[in-house]
């Protein structure tokens, strides 16, 4: 149970952030089916067979993941407040957790069922929706509650149509029988799509003006950085969006039906980014709340200011070692602290001057990997330099230089073992990333080598590119200091986003057809985000 309680922090982030995907989904493909399909005669059998066995599946996973979600929630709740079982299954969460298990039951076994009205499913849908709602910002506010519960409902809701009916349009697509039948059935989905993209901006906006409530909270607080971070990456969404929408509208029927499917799963992809950032919203109180502790704009401004690297180590002595062995005494006993009663949060103490010194030296010797990778890879495609191709080889160097150096308090230079890295969230993120990137730089050097033909080995590293980027958003910082945290999430949230660009450009560039002018531009994006990358990790600071 200590173990559950230390990695409890991400935990609960991943699974809200898969309770949320999933959710879309299964509601999405209710929405799908009783306004995208309805009265569409042409190929309706097969295709409402697949969109119905979709959503059994989605359905499925969604029960799974709230169970999960459920009984891990009970489990750190009954540890850490020591209160019994009875009197936990009384709690909102657990409530709403039921409500949400019954309507993925009903939707999953109606759907099996394959028969009825496809409007019978709207009712446990909504209650998939209301599950999630109540367990939201909006139902612990004490002023303007009902309002904003509304507001948020459609806010889910609209998401659910839009994103969460994604994959079932590309379903749709590919069980077409003709380009014109795949055309109708993208421009009902355009019109939906448009609606919900309304609905879900305005809805924003007011939940926006409601949690945040002014511009300095915006740049001063974790939950101001990561609304604009999911307004930056919404914006991204409907940039792809529009595409799709212009190719709907004006394209000619038999050369759209590729390019279709090929920006919807990169609007899929980049869609469970957005929803994971509204997960990790989740976790952190408004901003409106906070008050105190916010970072002005002349501390963000002198912390962002570029500055030369740092290319001089504090040696291992400097560090605070006798911290770190008390970490591991606290490990072996299975002790931690429940103080401020967050869960799978330790107390934390302010990182000493050497350690800040060891994380910026990291950083930079890091940005200049990444820097060259992306110079690399412009020099590579420019076709001048045939050497340039083995750019991913850089990217080993970078993962062994990252398990080695990320955390100097565990194995193999510190003195907490092995398995504490499954222990501490921080840290299992960082050697998550240092396989991440061992696997990309495989994958991709026997790509650009000509090593591999398979179209599917291709697509490694733009997943696991826009994968890493995802996980960092994810990537939370207990330095003892909410000034200090929230600087470090405005350091981390650029790379993410140009990650997650970085990731989807490559994508398309390999799954857009060759006479697609987007095409280009795709091929020229990606390796110019990996340089930016490259140039903001040499600017990154701590003090």
Known sequence: MARLLQIFGFLSVLLRGATLTFQSLTAGGVIFLCFVLRNFREDSVEIRASCLSWLCRFALVLVAVQVSYLVTNSLILMESAQISLAEVSGANFVLAGALGIAGSLAVLLSARARAGSDGALLIPAAAIIASSVLTSHAMARLEYRLPLVFVTALH???????????PYLLITLRRSSSPESARKLSARFSQLAVVSVAVLAS??????????GSLKAIYGTSYGAMVATKAILLGLLLFFGALNFQLVRQGPASSILASLKRFG?????????????AASLTSLPPAVDLLQDRVPASEVFARMTPRPPRFSSPAMKD??????????????????????FVPGQSGTRPNTPAEKAWSEYNHHWAGIIVLSVGLLALLAQAGKISWARNWPLLF?????????????EVWPLGPNGFWVTFADPEVLLHRIFAGLVIALAVFEWRVQTGRVASSNV????PMLVAVAGGLLLTHSHSLGNIKEEVLAELSHIPLAILAVMAGWSRWLELRLPAESSTRAWMARLWPVCITLIGVLLLNYREM
């Open 156 to 166: 889910q809701l609209a998401t659910a149509a839009w994103l969460g009916g994604l």
């Open 203 to 212: 809805a924003g906006v007011i939940l926006s003006f409601s949690y945040v």
């Open 265 to 277: 799963e990169a609007e899929i992809g980049i869609g469970i980014t957005v929803i994971l950032v």
């Open 319 to 340: 560090l605070p070692e006798d911290v770190y062995a008390a970490q591991k005494r606290a490990f072996e006993v299975g002790s931690i602290s429940t103080e401020s």
């Open 396 to 408: 080993v160097g970078l993962a062994v230089f990252l398990f080695l150096r990320s955390d100097p």
């Open 458 to 461: 291709r697509l490694v590293f």
